[in-house]
């Protein structure tokens, strides 16, 4: 009985682990999403800034 009882125990331990294992590689995957979605958002940013920029100096010489 202690026998299976510590068996239970080693294998639900076991699958514990992979799980946390899982879990981690999930948060792993999710920052480097996030990260890659920052970059493209800063990088649109500054596209945005530029287009900005440029319309307005086509507005100021269409103006003139």
Sequence with gaps: L?????????TAVEEQTQVMHEVSQSIVQIKDFTEQ?????????????????QTTQLLSLSAH
Excluded: M, Y
């Design 2 to 10: 202690v026998n299976q009882k510590a068996t239970s125990i080693a």
């Design 37 to 53: 979605v920052s970059s493209h958002s800063q990088n649109n940013l500054l596209s945005c800034k530029d287009v900005n920029e």
